[in-house]
């Protein structure tokens, strides 16, 4: 064993990590200060119980000495057990907030804070009684069930968080460190805000997960293993069980009885390539991209812009921007926020109109825009209805409202129908700003799947309701709306001739078009 620049002691040759006697040795050495400091001022030791698997060992060093670590392993890998047991390293480490991050807060309740891990093990079994704070009232260890957060007797904090809420759950932290568990499936956007976070607090960020097809976590590790990219801040690695031998063959076997084989590729030898199971529009944008559908368009001057919304109260709104280029529709755009009324929406369309020349003519709002919204109101104080909102706002267009969806399925096969119609502008890189927004579009309509059920064989019957749900759900309007005919010259002349302020409900015109064409 060897030192390197940092003082951390490391294995120069990864043969040595197989002997468990030079692991204990190596996990001594290196955790050895920490270690007696907490046995001596706490009672116990830290980390507790953990002892790196032969194939963890560099991804350990690398969460002591790099500020980002990233790591795709198999299933059945020690994941959670190694980022949770290197978690609390550092919180006793660092005094300070860290935040462990899943995709959804009810999967971070279900499946951790409640439930068991790959390995069989409670999170909160992870963490030692003796190293959670007590309250002082009431002498009860001070965990919150209610937030998923722990306290630690020496002030750190360690809360379980979702990606869909984390706008509302990482602002303010003021986070030190944050793990980011599968990844892969998780709302990319939480990456961008946390790192200013913990860049800002001298912090860290880990980043863990399976395959789930070329996505962002794939972009990553891409990134970080590009052997042009200089950066010491940086680690990451890709291992599948052809490398780890942690599975013997014949539990790869028993995985094998509920599991599909192409599955079995994705989460035991973590393959990127092939057909992800579940995913809605996969074979859409294969042939999208092989026709050469999604490229660097740019956007037409001489063509009208068209939005459909998804608007959302608890979740996001989404903004689909789209031209119809004589009988083909072209996304040029896309837009979301959370928390924000239909004025801001007016101006992120006003910014974009000044910034790129959109002239907008149609806003396709969903049928639900009739209710009413607790957060817009008239000039003296009574509630609108969204949908007069919009009218009020985004004067000299018309709106008109996209009939319901009496099955979602029905409508996803709709899109499915007309995909083959449809062209993507992905951005470029002159914009950066633009191409983000589109990126994570094109992110979310690749990511937009069916849930998978227990049996880990049959894919449920209605999409997963995730982060890529309100670009899909406003994409799938902007298709409907297009299929009808109100986007184009046929649409103009027959909407100047229905309505002469331009704002129609389709639920009062939709059957006066059709029998217009």
């Known amino acids: 064993m060897n030192k390197d620049e940092t003082g951390i002691t490391y294995f120069p040759h990864r043969d040595s990590w197989k002997d468990p006697e030079n692991r204990r040795k190596w996990a001594k050495e290196v955790f050895g200060p920490l270690v007696k400091a907490t046995e001596k001022q706490f009672g116990i030791k830290v980390p507790y119980k953990f002892v790196p698997r032969p194939y963890q060992v560099d991804i350990v060093q690398a969460m002591l000495t790099k500020q980002f670590v990233a790591f795709c392993l198999h299933r ?9 047991s290197m978690l609390l390293f550092k919180a006793m480490e660092r005094v300070g907030n860290y935040c462990y991050l899943l995709p959804t807060a009810k999967q971070a309740k279900v499946i951790i804070w409640h439930g068991l891990d790959d390995d069989g093990v409670k999170f909160l079994d992870h963490i030692p009684l003796d190293l959670i704070a007590v309250n002082p009232k009431n002498k009860q260890p001070m965990i919150n069930n209610v937030d998923m957060r722990i306290t630690l007797i020496n002030g750190s904090t360690i809360e379980l968080v979702g990606s869909d809420n984390y706008d509302r759950s990482l602002v303010g932290t003021n986070m030190a460190g944050i793990i980011f568990s599968e990844y892969s499936l998780s709302d990319p956007r939480a990456f961008e805000l946390s790192m200013h976070i913990v860049v800002a607090n001298g912090g860290w960020a880990w980043f863990n997960g399976t395959p789930r097809g070329k996505n962002h976590f794939y972009k990553l590790l891409k990134k970080v293993l590009d052997p042009e990219l200089e950066t010491n801040s940086w680690f990451a690695c890709i291992r599948g069980n052809q490398e780890t031998k942690a599975l013997s063959e ?35 944008i294969k042939e999208a991209q092989t026709q050469g559908r ?15 919304f998804d608007l959302g109260a608890g979740d996001r709104t989404a903004m689909v921007f789209f031209q119809q280029r004589g009988d083909r529709p072209w ?30 003519e149609t806003i396709f709002i969903p049928h639900d825009a009739r209710k009413r919204s607790i957060d817009n109101y008239d000039d003296e104080g009574f509630a609108l209805r969204t949908e007069d909102t919009f009218r009020r706002e985004f004067i000299g267009c018309n709106i008109m409202l996209v009939p319901r969806c009496n099955d979602i399925n029905e409508d996803i096969e ?18 950066k700003a633009q191409k983000e927004r589109l990126d994570f579009f094109y992110n979310a309509m690749n990511e937009y799947t069916y849930p998978e059920t227990d049996d880990q064989k049959t894919i449920a019957i209605k999409p997963l309701h995730n982060w890529c749900s309100d670009p899909m759900d406003a994409f799938r309007y902007g298709v409907k709306a297009q299929s009808f ?21 389709s639920e009062e015109s939709e059957d006066e078009y059709a029998q217009l064409i």
């Open 76 to 84: 059945r890998a020690g994941k959670d057990y190694m980022s949770i």
């Open 250 to 284: 014949a539990k790869v076997n028993e995985f094998r009885i509920a599991m599909s084989e192409q599955r079995i590729q994705q989460e035991i030898f973590v393959a990127f390539e092939g057909c992800i199971e579940g995913k809605i529009y996969m074979e859409q």
């Open 294 to 308: 999604i490229g660097d368009y740019g956007f037409d001057r001489t063509c009208p812009v068209y939005v459909s």
């Open 331 to 360: 996304v040029i755009d896309f837009y979301s926020a959370k928390g924000m009324g239909v004025k801001h929406y007016k101006m992120v369309a006003d910014d974009y109109a000044a910034k790129y020349g959109y002239k907008y």
């Open 414 to 431: 709709a899109v499915r129908g007309k995909f083959h119609r449809w062209y993507f502008y992905e951005g470029s890189e002159k914009d």
């Open 485 to 505: 005919g109100w986007c184009g010259a046929k649409a103009r002349t027959w909407l100047s001739d229905l309505d002469v302020d331009h704002s129609v409900s």
